[in-house]
Protein backbone atom coordinates (compact mmCIF):
# COMPACT_ATOMS: atom_id res chain seq x y z
CA UNK A 1 0.00 0.00 0.00
CA UNK A 2 1.41 3.40 -1.00
CA UNK A 3 2.16 6.19 2.14
CA UNK A 4 2.68 9.78 1.31
CA UNK A 5 -0.72 10.07 3.69
CA UNK A 6 -0.56 13.74 4.38
CA UNK A 7 0.17 15.19 1.04
CA UNK A 8 -2.64 12.63 -0.50
CA UNK A 9 -5.23 13.89 1.80
CA UNK A 10 -4.32 17.33 1.01
CA UNK A 11 -3.64 17.55 -2.29
CA UNK A 12 -6.47 15.02 -3.68
CA UNK A 13 -5.85 11.89 -5.24
CA UNK A 14 -6.19 13.76 -8.56
CA UNK A 15 -6.79 17.44 -9.14
CA UNK A 16 -10.25 18.23 -9.63
CA UNK A 17 -9.68 19.34 -13.53
CA UNK A 18 -8.63 15.87 -14.39
CA UNK A 19 -11.28 14.36 -12.82
CA UNK A 20 -13.64 16.62 -14.10
CA UNK A 21 -12.69 15.52 -17.45
CA UNK A 22 -12.53 11.75 -16.54
CA UNK A 23 -15.80 12.33 -15.39
CA UNK A 24 -17.20 14.00 -18.21
CA UNK A 25 -15.89 11.69 -20.76
CA UNK A 26 -16.82 8.30 -18.68
CA UNK A 27 -20.17 6.42 -18.56
CA UNK A 28 -21.73 9.18 -16.18
CA UNK A 29 -25.72 10.29 -16.12
CA UNK A 30 -27.04 13.31 -18.42
CA UNK A 31 -25.48 16.90 -17.39
CA UNK A 32 -28.95 18.40 -18.47
CA UNK A 33 -30.05 20.55 -15.45
CA UNK A 34 -32.15 19.14 -12.82
CA UNK A 35 -35.91 19.22 -13.34
CA UNK A 36 -38.26 20.40 -10.81
CA UNK A 37 -38.58 18.13 -8.11
CA UNK A 38 -36.52 15.45 -9.34
CA UNK A 39 -33.23 14.43 -6.73
CA UNK A 40 -30.12 12.75 -8.69
CA UNK A 41 -27.87 11.38 -6.29
CA UNK A 42 -24.07 10.12 -5.92
CA UNK A 43 -23.97 6.99 -3.44
CA UNK A 44 -20.91 5.89 -2.65
CA UNK A 45 -21.44 2.59 -3.45
CA UNK A 46 -19.65 0.26 -6.72
CA UNK A 47 -23.29 -1.54 -7.12
CA UNK A 48 -26.74 -0.81 -6.38
CA UNK A 49 -28.24 -2.55 -2.92
CA UNK A 50 -30.86 -5.44 -3.95
CA UNK A 51 -34.32 -4.81 -3.90
CA UNK A 52 -35.89 -7.48 -2.44
CA UNK A 53 -36.62 -5.99 0.92
CA UNK A 54 -33.88 -7.28 2.75
CA UNK A 55 -30.70 -4.89 0.38
CA UNK A 56 -27.25 -5.84 -0.09
CA UNK A 57 -24.59 -3.11 0.64
CA UNK A 58 -25.33 -2.27 4.59
CA UNK A 59 -26.27 0.92 5.94
CA UNK A 60 -26.11 2.12 2.41
CA UNK A 61 -28.72 -0.19 0.90
CA UNK A 62 -30.99 0.18 3.56
CA UNK A 63 -30.54 4.15 3.50
CA UNK A 64 -31.50 4.19 -0.40
CA UNK A 65 -33.79 0.89 -0.94
CA UNK A 66 -34.70 -0.36 2.55
CA UNK A 67 -36.43 2.95 3.54
CA UNK A 68 -37.50 4.48 0.65
CA UNK A 69 -39.21 1.57 -1.08
CA UNK A 70 -40.34 -0.47 1.82
CA UNK A 71 -42.06 0.12 4.91
CA UNK A 72 -41.57 -2.18 8.48
CA UNK A 73 -43.54 -2.89 11.75
CA UNK A 74 -41.48 -0.27 13.48
CA UNK A 75 -39.79 2.60 12.71
CA UNK A 76 -37.88 5.18 13.93
CA UNK A 77 -38.77 9.50 14.22
CA UNK A 78 -36.03 10.14 11.72
CA UNK A 79 -37.99 13.16 10.48
CA UNK A 80 -36.02 15.68 12.92
CA UNK A 81 -32.19 16.49 13.37
CA UNK A 82 -32.20 17.60 16.80
CA UNK A 83 -32.39 14.23 18.76
CA UNK A 84 -31.06 10.07 18.34
CA UNK A 85 -33.88 8.81 17.00
CA UNK A 86 -36.71 6.57 18.66
CA UNK A 87 -38.87 3.91 18.07
CA UNK A 88 -42.47 4.63 16.91
CA UNK A 89 -45.19 2.64 15.32
CA UNK A 90 -45.58 2.25 11.67
CA UNK A 91 -46.95 -0.77 9.97
CA UNK A 92 -47.55 -2.00 12.93
CA UNK A 93 -50.35 1.04 14.96
CA UNK A 94 -49.41 -0.48 18.00
CA UNK A 95 -47.33 -3.30 19.29
CA UNK A 96 -46.75 -4.51 23.18
CA UNK A 97 -45.25 -7.15 24.82
CA UNK A 98 -47.20 -9.43 26.42
CA UNK A 99 -46.69 -9.11 30.40
CA UNK A 100 -47.35 -12.95 31.33
CA UNK A 101 -44.80 -13.91 28.95
CA UNK A 102 -42.15 -11.45 27.62
CA UNK A 103 -40.72 -13.66 24.56
CA UNK A 104 -44.21 -12.77 23.22
CA UNK A 105 -45.11 -9.56 21.22
CA UNK A 106 -48.24 -8.61 20.19
CA UNK A 107 -48.79 -6.25 16.63
CA UNK A 108 -52.08 -4.71 15.68
CA UNK A 109 -51.29 -3.79 12.20
CA UNK A 110 -52.31 -0.97 10.42
CA UNK A 111 -55.28 -1.10 7.80
CA UNK A 112 -56.04 0.31 4.64
CA UNK A 113 -52.68 0.05 3.55
CA UNK A 114 -51.60 -1.11 -0.08
CA UNK A 115 -48.62 -2.47 -1.92
CA UNK A 116 -47.28 -0.96 -5.07
CA UNK A 117 -48.96 -3.87 -6.87
CA UNK A 118 -52.26 -3.11 -5.30
CA UNK A 119 -52.44 -5.64 -2.96
CA UNK A 120 -53.37 -5.42 0.46
CA UNK A 121 -50.77 -5.29 3.61
CA UNK A 122 -52.25 -7.27 6.44
CA UNK A 123 -51.22 -10.35 8.77
CA UNK A 124 -50.38 -12.93 6.10
CA UNK A 125 -48.30 -10.86 4.54
CA UNK A 126 -46.35 -10.25 7.33
CA UNK A 127 -46.28 -13.70 8.42
CA UNK A 128 -45.19 -14.33 4.66
CA UNK A 129 -41.92 -12.17 5.13
CA UNK A 130 -41.12 -13.63 8.36
CA UNK A 131 -41.19 -16.88 6.34
CA UNK A 132 -38.75 -15.39 3.78
CA UNK A 133 -35.96 -15.33 6.62
CA UNK A 134 -36.86 -17.95 9.20
CA UNK A 135 -38.63 -20.92 7.46
CA UNK A 136 -35.66 -22.52 5.16
CA UNK A 137 -38.49 -25.17 3.81
CA UNK A 138 -40.87 -21.63 2.69
CA UNK A 139 -41.03 -21.32 -0.90
CA UNK A 140 -39.85 -17.51 -0.78
CA UNK A 141 -36.98 -18.27 1.46
CA UNK A 142 -34.04 -16.59 0.80
CA UNK A 143 -30.39 -17.33 2.48
CA UNK A 144 -28.95 -13.97 0.58
CA UNK A 145 -31.55 -11.76 2.38
CA UNK A 146 -30.55 -12.94 5.58
CA UNK A 147 -27.47 -12.96 4.88
CA UNK A 148 -27.05 -9.06 4.12
CA UNK A 149 -29.33 -8.31 7.88
CA UNK A 150 -27.96 -10.83 9.84
CA UNK A 151 -26.26 -8.68 12.13
CA UNK A 152 -29.05 -6.72 12.87
CA UNK A 153 -32.14 -9.50 12.46
CA UNK A 154 -34.31 -9.65 15.57
CA UNK A 155 -34.16 -13.31 17.18
CA UNK A 156 -37.61 -15.00 16.22
CA UNK A 157 -38.29 -18.60 17.62
CA UNK A 158 -41.90 -18.60 15.97
CA UNK A 159 -45.43 -16.76 14.70
CA UNK A 160 -49.08 -16.86 14.84
CA UNK A 161 -51.91 -14.86 12.76
CA UNK A 162 -54.45 -13.97 15.75
CA UNK A 163 -56.65 -12.38 13.06
CA UNK A 164 -56.10 -10.63 10.10
CA UNK A 165 -54.84 -7.40 11.42
CA UNK A 166 -53.06 -8.84 14.65
CA UNK A 167 -50.08 -10.83 14.56
CA UNK A 168 -47.82 -12.17 17.67
CA UNK A 169 -43.81 -13.18 17.31
CA UNK A 170 -42.33 -15.10 19.61
CA UNK A 171 -38.44 -14.59 20.71
CA UNK A 172 -38.35 -17.80 22.46
CA UNK A 173 -36.94 -16.12 25.55
CA UNK A 174 -38.06 -12.48 27.15
CA UNK A 175 -36.02 -10.03 24.56
CA UNK A 176 -36.36 -6.22 25.19
CA UNK A 177 -34.61 -5.98 22.13
CA UNK A 178 -37.15 -6.86 19.47
CA UNK A 179 -38.64 -3.25 18.96
CA UNK A 180 -34.95 -2.08 17.73
CA UNK A 181 -34.48 -4.65 15.63
CA UNK A 182 -37.75 -4.62 14.04
CA UNK A 183 -36.89 -1.21 11.75
CA UNK A 184 -35.01 -3.66 9.68
CA UNK A 185 -37.31 -6.15 8.88
CA UNK A 186 -38.50 -4.79 5.67
CA UNK A 187 -42.56 -5.64 4.41
CA UNK A 188 -42.33 -7.21 -0.01
CA UNK A 189 -45.71 -7.39 -1.49
CA UNK A 190 -46.30 -11.99 -1.51
CA UNK A 191 -48.78 -11.22 -4.37
CA UNK A 192 -45.75 -9.55 -6.65
CA UNK A 193 -43.27 -12.38 -5.38
CA UNK A 194 -46.29 -15.12 -6.06
CA UNK A 195 -46.72 -13.45 -9.47
CA UNK A 196 -43.11 -13.10 -10.96
CA UNK A 197 -42.13 -16.51 -9.08
CA UNK A 198 -38.56 -15.66 -7.86
CA UNK A 199 -36.29 -13.14 -6.31
CA UNK A 200 -34.85 -12.29 -8.87
CA UNK A 201 -37.76 -11.41 -11.15
CA UNK A 202 -38.84 -9.36 -7.94
CA UNK A 203 -36.02 -7.20 -8.07
CA UNK A 204 -36.24 -6.27 -11.29
CA UNK A 205 -39.98 -4.90 -10.33
CA UNK A 206 -40.39 -4.94 -6.61
CA UNK A 207 -43.35 -4.78 -4.69
CA UNK A 208 -43.12 -2.52 -1.32
CA UNK A 209 -45.44 0.13 0.84
CA UNK A 210 -43.05 2.38 0.76
CA UNK A 211 -43.25 5.96 -0.07
CA UNK A 212 -41.55 5.71 -3.22
CA UNK A 213 -41.94 2.96 -6.39
CA UNK A 214 -39.09 1.55 -8.16
CA UNK A 215 -39.84 2.50 -11.85
CA UNK A 216 -36.62 1.51 -13.58
CA UNK A 217 -33.26 -0.88 -12.43
CA UNK A 218 -29.85 -0.75 -14.66
CA UNK A 219 -28.02 -3.01 -12.70
CA UNK A 220 -24.46 -0.97 -11.82
CA UNK A 221 -25.15 2.13 -13.39
CA UNK A 222 -28.96 3.45 -11.98
CA UNK A 223 -32.63 2.94 -9.89
CA UNK A 224 -34.94 5.63 -10.91
CA UNK A 225 -38.16 5.97 -7.76
CA UNK A 226 -40.78 7.54 -7.66
CA UNK A 227 -43.42 9.14 -5.77
CA UNK A 228 -45.66 6.81 -4.61
CA UNK A 229 -49.07 9.37 -5.04
CA UNK A 230 -51.39 6.48 -2.69
CA UNK A 231 -48.89 6.19 0.11
CA UNK A 232 -50.75 5.89 3.23
CA UNK A 233 -48.75 8.05 5.55
CA UNK A 234 -49.57 11.45 4.28
CA UNK A 235 -47.07 13.26 6.14
CA UNK A 236 -43.95 11.15 4.25
CA UNK A 237 -46.27 11.56 0.89
CA UNK A 238 -42.88 12.56 -1.10
CA UNK A 239 -42.02 15.97 -2.44
CA UNK A 240 -39.99 14.74 -5.08
CA UNK A 241 -41.43 13.79 -8.17
CA UNK A 242 -38.43 11.62 -8.65
CA UNK A 243 -35.43 10.30 -7.61
CA UNK A 244 -32.57 8.85 -9.59
CA UNK A 245 -30.08 6.88 -7.46
CA UNK A 246 -26.29 6.17 -9.14
CA UNK A 247 -23.34 4.72 -7.94
CA UNK A 248 -20.17 6.44 -7.55
CA UNK A 249 -18.06 5.22 -5.66
CA UNK A 250 -15.02 7.44 -6.20
CA UNK A 251 -15.58 9.98 -3.59
CA UNK A 252 -13.47 12.31 -5.89
CA UNK A 253 -15.41 11.61 -9.09
CA UNK A 254 -18.63 12.28 -6.98
CA UNK A 255 -17.82 15.35 -6.18
CA UNK A 256 -16.77 16.36 -9.89
CA UNK A 257 -20.17 14.92 -11.13
CA UNK A 258 -21.68 17.28 -8.25
CA UNK A 259 -19.58 20.74 -9.67
CA UNK A 260 -20.17 19.51 -13.23
CA UNK A 261 -23.97 19.32 -12.79
CA UNK A 262 -24.58 16.13 -13.59
CA UNK A 263 -25.77 15.13 -10.17
CA UNK A 264 -27.32 16.93 -7.38
CA UNK A 265 -26.44 15.32 -3.87
CA UNK A 266 -23.65 13.17 -2.92
CA UNK A 267 -22.57 11.67 -0.25
CA UNK A 268 -19.39 11.83 1.44
CA UNK A 269 -17.42 14.49 -0.68
CA UNK A 270 -13.61 14.42 -0.21
CA UNK A 271 -12.42 17.34 2.98
CA UNK A 272 -9.89 19.03 0.17
CA UNK A 273 -12.56 19.58 -2.32
CA UNK A 274 -15.26 20.98 0.40
CA UNK A 275 -13.81 24.71 0.02
CA UNK A 276 -14.05 24.49 -4.03
CA UNK A 277 -17.79 22.77 -3.71
CA UNK A 278 -18.78 25.86 -1.26
CA UNK A 279 -17.20 28.39 -3.87
CA UNK A 280 -19.08 26.93 -6.25
CA UNK A 281 -22.42 27.47 -3.99
CA UNK A 282 -23.07 24.18 -3.23
CA UNK A 283 -24.40 23.42 0.58
CA UNK A 284 -22.12 21.17 2.79
CA UNK A 285 -24.50 19.59 5.58
CA UNK A 286 -23.16 17.66 8.14
CA UNK A 287 -24.76 16.60 12.02
CA UNK A 288 -22.83 14.48 14.93
CA UNK A 289 -24.16 11.10 15.30
CA UNK A 290 -23.48 7.61 16.68
CA UNK A 291 -21.63 5.99 14.13
CA UNK A 292 -17.89 4.67 14.34
CA UNK A 293 -15.04 4.34 12.23
CA UNK A 294 -13.14 1.73 14.09
CA UNK A 295 -11.14 -1.59 12.92
CA UNK A 296 -12.81 -4.70 14.71
CA UNK A 297 -10.17 -6.55 15.83
CA UNK A 298 -9.91 -10.49 15.48
CA UNK A 299 -9.50 -12.01 19.47
CA UNK A 300 -10.30 -15.26 18.25
CA UNK A 301 -7.89 -18.00 17.72
CA UNK A 302 -4.08 -18.92 18.39
CA UNK A 303 -2.89 -17.30 14.72
CA UNK A 304 -3.90 -13.28 15.93
CA UNK A 305 -1.78 -10.94 18.15
CA UNK A 306 -4.84 -9.73 19.43
CA UNK A 307 -5.39 -11.95 22.42
CA UNK A 308 -3.39 -9.68 24.20
CA UNK A 309 -5.11 -6.75 26.01
CA UNK A 310 -1.44 -5.28 26.06
CA UNK A 311 -1.87 -5.17 22.19
CA UNK A 312 -4.92 -4.18 21.73
CA UNK A 313 -4.11 -1.20 24.03
CA UNK A 314 -1.37 -0.55 22.30
CA UNK A 315 -2.49 0.22 18.74
CA UNK A 316 -5.37 2.13 20.00
CA UNK A 317 -2.96 4.38 21.89
CA UNK A 318 -0.70 4.84 18.74
CA UNK A 319 -3.45 6.60 16.64
CA UNK A 320 -3.56 10.45 16.56
CA UNK A 321 -6.76 11.00 15.94
CA UNK A 322 -6.88 14.81 16.46
CA UNK A 323 -4.43 15.71 13.69
CA UNK A 324 -6.50 12.87 11.71
CA UNK A 325 -9.71 14.84 12.23
CA UNK A 326 -7.83 18.11 11.19
CA UNK A 327 -6.97 16.42 7.88
CA UNK A 328 -10.35 15.22 7.39
CA UNK A 329 -11.16 18.75 7.37
CA UNK A 330 -12.39 18.89 10.61
CA UNK A 331 -15.18 16.19 9.24
CA UNK A 332 -14.77 14.09 12.46
CA UNK A 333 -14.86 13.45 15.42
CA UNK A 334 -11.94 11.38 17.96
CA UNK A 335 -13.07 8.63 19.37
CA UNK A 336 -12.75 8.18 23.01
CA UNK A 337 -14.48 4.62 22.80
CA UNK A 338 -17.47 2.67 20.67
CA UNK A 339 -19.68 5.11 21.55
CA UNK A 340 -19.85 8.99 21.02
CA UNK A 341 -18.52 11.55 24.32
CA UNK A 342 -21.39 12.66 25.73
CA UNK A 343 -23.72 9.57 25.17
CA UNK A 344 -25.43 8.42 28.28
CA UNK A 345 -24.26 5.22 27.69
CA UNK A 346 -20.37 6.01 28.16
CA UNK A 347 -19.95 5.80 31.37
CA UNK A 348 -16.74 6.19 33.27
CA UNK A 349 -13.86 3.56 31.18
CA UNK A 350 -10.68 3.01 33.29
CA UNK A 351 -8.76 3.09 30.18
CA UNK A 352 -8.67 6.44 28.70
CA UNK A 353 -8.13 6.23 24.46
CA UNK A 354 -5.66 9.08 23.43
CA UNK A 355 -2.10 9.92 21.40
CA UNK A 356 0.60 7.78 23.88
CA UNK A 357 2.92 6.55 21.32
CA UNK A 358 5.19 6.08 24.12
CA UNK A 359 3.53 4.40 26.25
CA UNK A 360 2.28 2.45 23.32
CA UNK A 361 5.99 0.92 22.64
CA UNK A 362 6.21 0.26 26.12
CA UNK A 363 2.92 -2.51 26.18
CA UNK A 364 4.09 -3.39 22.68
CA UNK A 365 7.47 -4.41 24.30
CA UNK A 366 5.74 -5.62 27.43
CA UNK A 367 3.78 -7.94 25.17
CA UNK A 368 7.00 -9.02 23.79
CA UNK A 369 7.37 -6.92 20.41
CA UNK A 370 10.42 -4.78 19.45
CA UNK A 371 12.55 -4.08 16.75
CA UNK A 372 13.75 -7.48 16.28
CA UNK A 373 10.39 -8.88 16.74
CA UNK A 374 7.82 -6.52 14.79
CA UNK A 375 3.84 -6.91 15.22
CA UNK A 376 2.60 -7.88 11.79
CA UNK A 377 -0.99 -8.09 11.37
CA UNK A 378 -3.49 -8.13 8.31
CA UNK A 379 -6.58 -5.48 8.05
CA UNK A 380 -9.26 -5.93 5.15
CA UNK A 381 -10.19 -2.71 4.17
CA UNK A 382 -12.21 -1.04 1.29
CA UNK A 383 -11.71 1.76 -1.19
CA UNK A 384 -15.32 2.68 -0.52
CA UNK A 385 -18.90 2.06 1.48
CA UNK A 386 -21.60 2.52 3.57
CA UNK A 387 -20.58 5.34 5.95
CA UNK A 388 -16.98 4.51 5.18
CA UNK A 389 -16.32 8.19 5.47
CA UNK A 390 -12.55 8.70 3.32
CA UNK A 391 -11.16 4.91 3.98
CA UNK A 392 -7.91 4.76 1.65
CA UNK A 393 -6.33 7.87 3.06
CA UNK A 394 -7.68 7.41 6.66
CA UNK A 395 -6.39 3.89 6.43
CA UNK A 396 -2.92 4.81 5.34
CA UNK A 397 -2.83 7.69 8.08
CA UNK A 398 -3.41 4.49 10.35
CA UNK A 399 -1.19 2.66 8.44
CA UNK A 400 1.94 5.45 9.34
CA UNK A 401 0.78 5.97 12.77
CA UNK A 402 1.71 1.92 13.72
CA UNK A 403 4.60 2.54 12.01
CA UNK A 404 6.09 4.46 13.70
CA UNK A 405 5.29 3.08 17.00
CA UNK A 406 7.06 -0.48 15.29
CA UNK A 407 3.77 -1.79 14.18
CA UNK A 408 3.98 -2.98 10.16
CA UNK A 409 0.11 -3.12 9.26
CA UNK A 410 -0.65 -4.62 5.57
CA UNK A 411 -3.87 -3.98 3.78
CA UNK A 412 -6.03 -6.16 2.00
CA UNK A 413 -8.32 -4.15 -0.24
CA UNK A 414 -11.53 -5.31 -1.32
CA UNK A 415 -14.70 -3.90 -2.61
CA UNK A 416 -16.98 -3.31 0.15
CA UNK A 417 -19.94 -5.48 -0.66
CA UNK A 418 -17.24 -8.34 -0.59
CA UNK A 419 -15.92 -6.98 2.75
CA UNK A 420 -19.20 -7.63 4.55
CA UNK A 421 -19.34 -11.20 2.85
CA UNK A 422 -16.19 -12.17 4.84
CA UNK A 423 -16.98 -10.22 7.55
CA UNK A 424 -20.07 -12.29 7.98
CA UNK A 425 -17.86 -15.29 7.56
CA UNK A 426 -16.43 -14.82 11.06
CA UNK A 427 -12.79 -15.70 12.64
CA UNK A 428 -13.12 -19.09 12.31
CA UNK A 429 -13.52 -19.51 8.74
CA UNK A 430 -10.14 -21.28 7.54
CA UNK A 431 -10.42 -18.88 4.81
CA UNK A 432 -10.50 -15.57 7.42
CA UNK A 433 -7.37 -17.21 9.24
CA UNK A 434 -4.84 -14.10 7.81
CA UNK A 435 -6.88 -11.35 8.41
CA UNK A 436 -6.77 -9.86 11.98
CA UNK A 437 -9.01 -7.14 11.75
CA UNK A 438 -11.78 -5.38 9.66
CA UNK A 439 -12.51 -1.64 8.67
CA UNK A 440 -16.02 -1.54 9.02
CA UNK A 441 -18.31 1.75 10.29
CA UNK A 442 -20.84 1.06 12.53
CA UNK A 443 -23.74 2.45 14.18
CA UNK A 444 -24.01 2.33 17.54
CA UNK A 445 -27.68 3.83 18.07
CA UNK A 446 -29.08 1.22 19.82
CA UNK A 447 -27.98 -1.68 22.57
CA UNK A 448 -29.09 -4.36 20.13
CA UNK A 449 -26.72 -3.51 16.90
CA UNK A 450 -24.38 -1.32 19.15
CA UNK A 451 -23.87 -3.86 21.75
CA UNK A 452 -25.26 -7.18 21.37
CA UNK A 453 -24.43 -7.96 18.04
CA UNK A 454 -20.49 -6.69 18.36
CA UNK A 455 -19.84 -8.22 21.73
CA UNK A 456 -21.76 -10.98 22.68
CA UNK A 457 -19.95 -14.39 22.58
CA UNK A 458 -23.37 -15.92 21.02
CA UNK A 459 -22.74 -13.45 18.39
CA UNK A 460 -19.70 -14.47 17.18
CA UNK A 461 -19.42 -14.37 13.27
CA UNK A 462 -21.65 -16.02 11.09
CA UNK A 463 -24.56 -15.28 13.64
CA UNK A 464 -23.93 -11.22 14.33
CA UNK A 465 -20.09 -9.35 14.03
CA UNK A 466 -18.12 -10.10 16.80
CA UNK A 467 -15.11 -11.25 15.71
CA UNK A 468 -13.93 -13.63 18.62
CA UNK A 469 -14.91 -11.40 22.32
CA UNK A 470 -15.87 -14.32 24.48
CA UNK A 471 -15.85 -12.14 28.20
CA UNK A 472 -18.15 -13.74 30.81
CA UNK A 473 -18.51 -10.36 32.91
CA UNK A 474 -19.94 -8.82 29.78
CA UNK A 475 -21.71 -11.37 28.31
CA UNK A 476 -23.66 -11.55 31.74
CA UNK A 477 -24.41 -7.95 31.46
CA UNK A 478 -25.78 -8.00 28.10
CA UNK A 479 -27.86 -10.76 29.04
CA UNK A 480 -29.53 -8.44 31.42
CA UNK A 481 -29.48 -5.68 28.68
CA UNK A 482 -31.38 -8.23 26.10
CA UNK A 483 -34.55 -8.49 28.79
CA UNK A 484 -34.18 -4.78 30.27
CA UNK A 485 -37.57 -2.85 29.47
CA UNK A 486 -37.12 -0.43 31.88
CA UNK A 487 -34.86 2.73 30.20
CA UNK A 488 -33.01 4.41 33.37
CA UNK A 489 -31.68 0.37 33.97
CA UNK A 490 -30.97 -0.30 30.83
CA UNK A 491 -28.81 3.06 30.55
CA UNK A 492 -26.82 1.61 33.71
CA UNK A 493 -26.24 -1.82 32.14
CA UNK A 494 -25.26 -0.06 28.98
CA UNK A 495 -22.93 2.00 30.70
CA UNK A 496 -21.42 -0.70 32.74
CA UNK A 497 -20.64 -2.96 29.10
CA UNK A 498 -19.44 -0.06 27.24
CA UNK A 499 -16.60 0.74 30.40
CA UNK A 500 -15.54 -3.16 29.81
CA UNK A 501 -15.63 -2.91 25.85
CA UNK A 502 -12.90 0.21 26.05
CA UNK A 503 -11.23 -1.12 29.04
CA UNK A 504 -10.62 -3.87 27.46
CA UNK A 505 -10.10 -2.29 23.64
CA UNK A 506 -12.11 -5.06 22.34
CA UNK A 507 -11.62 -2.59 19.14
CA UNK A 508 -9.54 -0.03 17.50
CA UNK A 509 -11.87 3.28 18.16
CA UNK A 510 -11.00 5.90 15.69
CA UNK A 511 -13.09 8.11 14.81
CA UNK A 512 -17.11 9.11 14.79
CA UNK A 513 -18.29 10.73 11.42
CA UNK A 514 -20.28 13.50 11.35
CA UNK A 515 -22.63 12.46 8.49
CA UNK A 516 -21.40 15.15 5.44
CA UNK A 517 -23.31 15.67 2.35
CA UNK A 518 -23.28 17.92 -0.13
CA UNK A 519 -25.32 19.13 -2.55
CA UNK A 520 -26.75 21.68 -5.18
CA UNK A 521 -28.14 24.80 -3.90
CA UNK A 522 -31.43 23.81 -5.53
CA UNK A 523 -32.10 20.97 -2.90
CA UNK A 524 -34.11 22.15 -0.25
CA UNK A 525 -35.61 20.78 3.17
CA UNK A 526 -32.90 18.17 3.90
CA UNK A 527 -32.27 17.70 7.45
CA UNK A 528 -29.74 14.61 8.28
CA UNK A 529 -30.73 12.94 11.72
CA UNK A 530 -28.78 12.00 14.24
CA UNK A 531 -28.23 8.95 12.97
CA UNK A 532 -27.51 6.46 9.46
CA UNK A 533 -30.73 6.70 7.99
CA UNK A 534 -32.41 9.67 6.85
CA UNK A 535 -35.77 10.41 5.56
CA UNK A 536 -35.73 11.81 1.98
CA UNK A 537 -39.62 12.43 1.78
CA UNK A 538 -39.33 15.75 2.74
CA UNK A 539 -36.69 16.63 0.53
CA UNK A 540 -37.66 18.99 -2.81
CA UNK A 541 -35.67 20.47 -5.59
CA UNK A 542 -36.08 23.85 -6.85
Not at 234 to 245: I, V
Not at 332 to 340: E, K, Q, Y
Not at 511 to 533: E, G, L, Q, T
Request: glycine share 8%; aromatic share 10%; net charge neutral.
Amino acid sequence: MRNGTCSRIRNGALTLGLLMAATVGGAMPSQAQTKKDVLRVGISIAELPTLTGQPTQGGTGFRWTGWTVFDSLVYWDINQDQKIPTEIPYLAEEYSVRPDNKARWVFKLRRGVKFHDGSDFNADAVIWNLEKLFKQDAPQYDPKQISATSCCMMDVKGWTKIDDYTVEIDTGTPNAMLPYRLPWFRIASPTQWKKLGSWEAFEKQPSGTGPFRVAEVTPSQRAVLVRNTDYWNKERLPKLERMELLPIPDHNTRAAALLSGQVDFIEAPPPDIVPRLQSAGMQIVRNRYPHIWPYILRVAGEATPFKDVRVRQAINLAIDRDTLAKLLGGNALPAAGLMLPGSPWFGEPSFKIRYAPDEAKKLLQEAGYGPSNPLKFTALISPGGSGQMQPMPMNEFIQQNLKAVGVDLTFNVVEWQTLRTIRNKGPNDPTNVGIHGVNNSWETSNPAIGMESLFASWKIAPAGVNWGVNDPELDTLIKQILVTFDRSELDDLMRKAHKIVVDKAYWLYVVHDINMHAMSPRVKNFKPAISWYTDYTQVSVD
